[in-house]
């Protein structure tokens, strides 16, 4: 009796590792560590690099098969699906049915726009950002474009002005830098697919190191002429640690002259 006992206690126990085991693999991973987080000499996280997002963002930010032109992608709308007005809806289908004629980038190297600018045929840009500056500097590959988000507190400047990336007024929220953009110009797509905005459109993006080579990216699109409540995009952004990696040059209109000036 006293070794069937010990053999049931010595059973009990096994169960218990293997329940307990099982309980820690499924945890989902702690996040990471402040003290993990690059930072600047004033405390603010380091967002200094080379970034590029990888995927089907540029293509159509929804979910897509695969066709002749590009590979199928998962949605990186957090909502899943747009909440498009019924009369823009029509639009956006018009502008998908058409897309290869109308996609302002593809067909007049247009500046994409923001947050289109970001995830843009996957090109990298790089982030350059100085402890106590009073703005961030955004470089693109595409079509060598920049940006500046200003962080010394000035508001939009008055009126709507037309740019192509808008008026970009930054601030921190604790490890997160919040982007307030306006000021946008009509015939704006923010994929290939015909997704598209107005002038009215206002772009919050938020961007979050998860470690010292991955940025989350989150933005907020509210444009009230077009969607019938704000919306998000979320994707990962990632550093590029090659050896020596840069920048490159692609401007896309100088592209038809080849035949000219080969």
Not at 109 to 133: D, E, H, M, S, W
Not at 140 to 164: K, V
Not at 202 to 211: F, Q, S, W
Request: hydrophobic share 35%.
């Amino acid at each position: 009796m006293i070794l069937s006992r010990a053999l049931h206690l010595t059973l009990f126990a096994g169960a218990l590792l293997v329940v307990s085991a099982s309980g820690q693999s499924a945890k989902p991973a702690s996040p990471p560590r402040a003290s993990a987080i690059p930072r600047l000499a004033d405390g603010k996280p380091n967002f200094n690099g080379i970034w590029q997002a990888i995927g089907g963002a540029d293509v159509d930010l929804q979910d897509h098969a695969a066709d002749k032109y590009a590979p199928g992608a998962e949605s990186v709308v957090q909502e899943h699906t747009i909440p498009y007005h019924l009369g823009a809806q029509e639009q956006r289908e018009q502008n998908f049915a058409q897309r290869n004629d109308l996609d302002p980038v593809t067909t007049k190297c247009n500046l994409p726009g923001v947050p289109r600018i970001t995830y843009a045929r996957n090109l990298p840009f790089q982030i350059f950002q100085l402890p106590k500056g009073d703005k961030i500097t955004l470089l693109y590959e595409y079509a060598e474009s920049h940006r500046f988000l200003y962080t010394n507190g000035t508001p939009h400047p008055p009126g709507h002005i037309n740019w192509y990336l808008g008026d970009s007024r930054a601030k921190w929220e604790g490890d997160t830098l919040v982007v307030d953009s306006v000021d946008f110009l009509n015939d704006l797509w923010l994929d290939h697919a015909g997704d598209y905005t107005s002038p009215e459109l206002h772009v919050v993006e938020r961007y979050k190191l998860i470690d010292a080579d991955h940025l989350d990216y989150n933005v907020e699109i509210d444009d009230p002429k077009v969607y019938s409540k704000p919306w998000h995009i979320d994707l990962v952004l990632y550093r590029r640690t090659e050896k020596n990696f840069q920048l490159l040059d692609y401007v896309c209109y100088a592209f038809p002259y080849e035949k000219y000036y080969p």
